[in-house]
């Protein structure tokens, strides 16, 4: 089977750097997702990591290494409304290339 | 960029009444579309996935003779809850995978809020 650990909640103040750790298990690994889901909303898709280092895009960015099975999401000049559930969500073969969600983290951003 | 519509986004029903929901991709082809529910603060959990032309492959404990899927295009599949009772209420949502897009990238839809009575 597999599994993912997230925090399941972050705070930190306006214009902080935030990271969201993540650690799977899995047989097959594929690639590493992150997902931002505001409340009451669906989840949109933020990044999408599959070799190791680190991706930016913009103020997020996301790692991966995949010799220790672990990633994470970081988030840059924090902003309330970044305050949202991120979940991190892993894709192997073992689970059919369908992404298994972990419990997400919640973070709360203060001004 | 893709984008995937649920219809209703919210419905309530008196227990012992069916529930139909539809997900649509609107601008592009999904071959694969996946059915989620989700609690209130906790992660998403896949129901079942639906592949154009054929059955929907369910997970384990999730009935599929209460949770009817149905992929009947490209661009559509839909969810019934039937029979439905106060315990299926829940945020359910549907993702979808696109043709020619990456294994690990699904769009979602907003989401349907069900609350049986």
């Known amino acids: 089977g597999q599994s993912l650990e997230q925090p399941s909640e972050v705070t930190a103040v306006e214009g902080a750097i935030v990271q969201i750790n993540c650690t799977y298990q899995?047989?097959?690994?594929?690639?590493l997702s992150w997902y931002q889901q505001h409340d009451g909303g669906a989840p949109t898709f933020l990044s999408y990591?599959?070799?190791?280092g680190l991706e930016e895009t913009g103020r997020f960015s996301s790692f991966l290494s995949r010799s220790d099975s672990y990633g994470y999401l970081l988030l840059q000049e924090l902003q309330m409304k970044d305050s949202a559930s991120y979940f991190c969500?892993?894709?192997?073969?073992?689970?059919?290339?369908?992404?298994?969600f972990g419990r997400g983290t919640s973070l709360i951003v203060h001004p | 960029g893709a984008v995937v519509s649920q219809h209703p986004s919210w419905v309530i029903c008196k227990s012992g009444t069916s529930v139909k929901i539809e997900c649509r991709s609107l601008?592009?082809?999904?071959?694969?579309m996946f059915w989620y529910r989700q609690f209130p603060k906790k992660s998403l959990m896949l129901m079942a996935t639906?592949?154009?032309?054929?059955?929907?492959?369910?997970e384990q404990g999730v009935e599929k003779d209460k949770f009817l899927i149905n992929h009947a295009s490209l661009t559509l599949s839909t969810l019934t809850v039937t029979s439905a009772h106060p315990e299926d209420s829940s945020f359910y949502i549907c993702?979808?995978?696109?043709?020619?897009?990456?294994?690990?990238?699904?769009?979602f839809g907003p989401g349907t809020r069900l609350t049986v009575t």
């Open positions: 993702s979808a995978r696109a043709s020619s897009g990456r294994a690990e990238e699904q769009y």
């Open positions: 899995t047989s097959g690994f594929y690639g």
């Open positions: 990591n599959a070799l190791d």
């Open positions: 969500a892993v894709t192997s073969s073992g689970g059919s290339y369908i992404p298994t």
């Open positions: 601008d592009f082809q999904a071959t694969t």
């Open positions: 639906s592949n154009e032309g054929s059955k929907a492959t369910y």
